[in-house]
């Protein structure tokens, strides 16, 4: 017989199926379909260790955040690559604007700037320039380099080219328009893109335009001479004549390209808002000069040279040939900045009453 207190002890004990029950031993970690009332193994606590206490360290585990630095959104990944490549692509063409620094010599400048204009034809090059701002740095180079003042004939074409192969992207024309601007006491500050690009068209006829001498003549040099151009300078207007024929995609292959159209085009594709009274009067001088061209051009296809006998009939090929000498497309430009300047200005009227 036990003592009282050994069978007090004996009668409070689990008993051993309890135990195996509740310590899970009979159910095995391959089990299939284990019993869904056993106690999970994470549940059982040991003599030293408690399921809250595992329960806490999990959740600690589970809200741990990984340090900021560590992950990156992918526009931030996408920003830095793009700055990479920007710093390569300038690493690149670098050169070409320090050629066109102020202090070198007009050839390199020439070389450099003509360099700039026929790689600006290409698609990719252009999608590159765009994203590293290489547009407005050229537009400063050329300015620093000395053109649009009228000084250099060659260095002017060159920026003519150049803003209109810009303008084949309303946006970056625009941008640069806008970031170009001169304090003036009137309503809206004069941009000194605009008055720039009004100045090289000033001056310009028939007689005077240079690329429109390459485009009538296949051996252009003697006109060239009469403007002062230089046989080295030759070239590089002949190369540029080609490069904006036939690569730059801006007009058709039979459109004649002349230095009055790329800047008449240019304008065209700037906003009204831009134009100033100031610009007016060479806007409608030029109208003019490029109707009286016009003008002598029909006049002489309508009259013809001196018919002969034995002369055949001009085929409609020929007097189609002789259409495209009309300046059709620069008239059309200085319409639309006419049209477009007065517009502005009555819609000002509106808006003042």
Not at 22 to 35: A, H, I, K, M, T
Not at 49 to 68: C, D, H, M, T
Not at 179 to 197: A, K, M, N
Request: hydrophobic share 40%; charged share 25%; net charge neutral.
């Amino acid at each position: 017989m036990l003592p009282q207190e050994l069978q007090d002890d004996l009668n409070s004990r689990e008993s051993y199926a309890a135990l195996r029950s509740r310590w899970g031993v009979d159910n095995s970690e391959d089990d299939l379909y284990p019993d869904i009332h056993s106690p999970a193994k994470s549940d059982v606590s040991t003599p030293n260790r408690s399921p809250s206490k595992r329960k806490g360290k999990g959740r600690l585990k589970e809200e741990v955040i990984p340090p900021a630095d560590l992950i990156k959104p992918l526009k931030s990944i996408t920003e830095i690559r793009n700055k990479g490549q920007n710093r390569r692509f300038l690493d690149e063409v670098g050169y070409l604007l320090e050629g066109m620094g102020r202090d070198e010599s007009p050839t390199l400048k020439k070389a450099s700037a003509l360099e700039i204009v026929t790689r600006l034809c290409e698609a990719e090059f252009v999608l590159q320039a765009k994203a590293a701002d290489f547009l407005q740095s050229t537009w400063d180079a050329f300015i620093e380099a000395g053109a649009g003042k009228g000084d250099d004939k060659v260095l002017d074409s060159l920026l003519a080219a150049f803003i209109a192969l810009v303008s084949r992207d309303l946006g970056t024309l625009t941008d640069i328009a806008h970031r170009d601007r001169l304090p003036s006491s009137s309503i809206s500050p004069e941009s000194s893109f605009v008055s720039t690009l009004f100045s090289l068209l000033a001056p310009l006829s028939p007689e005077t335009d240079p690329l429109l001498a390459i485009t009538r003549s296949s051996a252009p040099d003697s006109q060239l001479k009469m403007l002062g151009i230089m046989k080295a300078d030759c070239a590089v207007l002949k190369t540029l004549h080609s490069a904006i024929r036939t690569k730059a995609r801006i007009f058709t292959s039979k459109t004649p390209i002349s230095n009055a159209l790329l800047l008449s085009h240019s304008l065209a594709a700037l906003s009204p808002s831009l134009l100033s009274c100031i610009c007016l009067p060479i806007l409608l001088q030029s109208l003019r000069t490029q109707l009286r061209s016009a003008t002598e051009c029909l006049s002489d296809l309508e009259n013809g040279p001196p018919k002969r006998s034995d002369a055949k009939p001009a085929s409609s090929s020929s007097c189609l040939g002789d259409l495209q000498a009309v300046p059709f497309g620069v008239i059309h430009d200085l319409f639309a900045l006419l049209d477009g300047y007065l517009l502005g200005q009555v819609s000002l009227i509106f808006a003042l009453l």
